[in-house]
Every structure is written in structure tokens, then in C-alpha cells.
């Protein structure tokens, strides 16, 4: 059977970009001026370039910001400040250079591809309940490999004193993370490379460029850290494939890292809720910011759960559509 992308269906003899409402609207045809300018593949490396360039400029007013607080707050901006102040500076940075990336990506949508956002899969219908229910598996799965951590005393848990507004900031964070890094990656990136090529193509390709944007980050550079963060980059291009919409992976991106961030991540200096104790070998359960063995597995259960309840039964679903 011929392998047929997310983004698209079959409507007569003219392949069209699905409608994520499985809709049976008329298919319009394109005029000239509606096409894109660029073929996909180069439209995918002027694309990242783009985003470099729109990071690199979004990134100096977030550290300035960064180094400013941290100054006003001690005095100096030793080792040991900037040390304790990395979770802020990571945040602040953030914070500068994703929204020039979310407006990037809407740039080229709009202007180089001539599409809507929906092309990309930023629907409008059910986007609450699906990117609700992402967030609700992440959180949950998140607080279940705790517990089996805690029920273990692999770790222990003890609350820290993280103010009300820093618990929004992290909040904010990790919606604003969640949000940017599936529309580059599952969004942009995922559609064009499928239009160049397949949709495994186009998921291999993704998965691997997200592992290799979080390098520098813990131990994502070593074999466990590497395998870890690429189950969680297919796990997330399943989602995204299995909905046809970017909602649910933003939810689960941004409720796995709140629960990740929230629990020891004041070890890397977030605002977490839990300071975490790890109380078992650190190549069984990794400490803060790093992959143990029991990670991995955990993370292999939550792709094999995507795969097998998300993802198999759309296909099923997608493979009867004559």
C-alpha cells in the first residue's frame, strides 16, 4: 500500500493538504501565486538558517536581562552567581529567542510557503482538548516515574521555598519551550521533509536534528542521554503524525518538563517545587539534568504507549480511507 503522509489526502485525482477535521470540504486548486517559492528541501535549510540568525539576535536581550537580575540581586556577577543563576539566564534566554523563532516560522509560512498555519499543524479545532489531554500524559507519566522512584527510595523529595511567581515563570517556560520546539521541529520541519521526501524520512530526520539541538544539555551527548532524547523526539513525531495536529505534542512536551523541571530542577537552578536527592547509583537514575538506565526505560514505555495507542490505531484508521 502506498505510504501516505500525515498532511495529506486523497480528493479525486488532486492530492490536497489534509484537513485535520477530516472535513469532506471541495478542493480549491491552487493558482500560480499561491505556490511556494522554494522547492522543500531548500525551503527546510533557508528555514534553519533563518531560525539561527533569529536566535542569535533574540538571545543577546535575553542574557543581558539575565545578567542585569543577577547583578541587581548580588552585586557581582562571580562564578559561583552565574553558577546558582543558570536556570534564570536558560529561562531568560529563552525567553528572547523563541518568540523570534515562533514569528520565523509564521514569516515563512505565510510568505514563503503561502499557507495557512493549519499546514503545519496548528489547527484550530480541538486544540484546548488535545493539547489538555498532552499535557495530562506528560504530568502523569512524569509523576508515575517518580513515584516508582520514591516507592523504590531510588530519590527523595523534599519541598523547596519557590515562590508563587517563580512557579508561573518556570510554568510559562516550559508552555513557551513546548510550544516553539514543535512547531520547528514537528511542525515546519517534519511537513517540508515529508513533501521532499517520506514521512519516515521526514521523522528520522526530525528526531535526529532535536537530539542534536539539546546537545551540551546533561548527558544527552553519551549513549543514554542520546537514546533518551531521541525516544522523546519519536515519541513526539507520533503524536504529531497520529493527531495530524501539533496540540497534543505541545502539551506533552510542556507537561513532561514542568514535572522534570519541578522535581530537582533547582539542582540547575530553575524555580523548582521538590529538591530531588538521588539515592541510587547515578547510571541507574541520573541526577538532575541527566539519564540513568531506569530513564531510558521509562521513556522506551511512554514510546511504546504513544505507538501503540495513538499512533497504530490512526494508522489502521488512515489505511481505510479508499
Known sequence: MEERGPLHQRTGEVEQPALTDFSTAPVQQTSP????VLPPLAR???YLTACMVAGGVGAVPGAVVAFTWLFAQHGELSEKVIERGMGVIVLSV???IY???ILTT?????YIDRRPLNSIGLTTQRWGKEMGGGAALGIVFMSVTMGVYLALDWIRLTPTSTSWGGWLILTLG???VGFTEEMMFRGYLLTHLE???SRRVAIAVTTVLFWMAHLGMGNVHHPLGAADMLAIGLTFALCR???RSLWLPIGLHAGYNWIALSIGGDELGFPALYHMEVRAPHWLVGPPGYVGVADLVFGLLLLGFVYGVLYRPSQRQWDAVP
Do not use: Y
Request: charged share 10%; hydrophobic share 60%; aromatic share 18%.
Open 33 to 36: 501565486s499561491s505556490q511556494p
Open 44 to 46: 527546510v535549510a533557508v
Open 94 to 96: 529563552l525567553f528572547g
Open 99 to 101: 518568540p523570534f523563532i
Open 106 to 110: 509564521w514569516l515563512f509560512v505565510r
Open 174 to 176: 516550559c508552555l513557551l
Open 195 to 197: 513533501e521532499w521526501r
Open 241 to 243: 503524525v497520529a493527531t
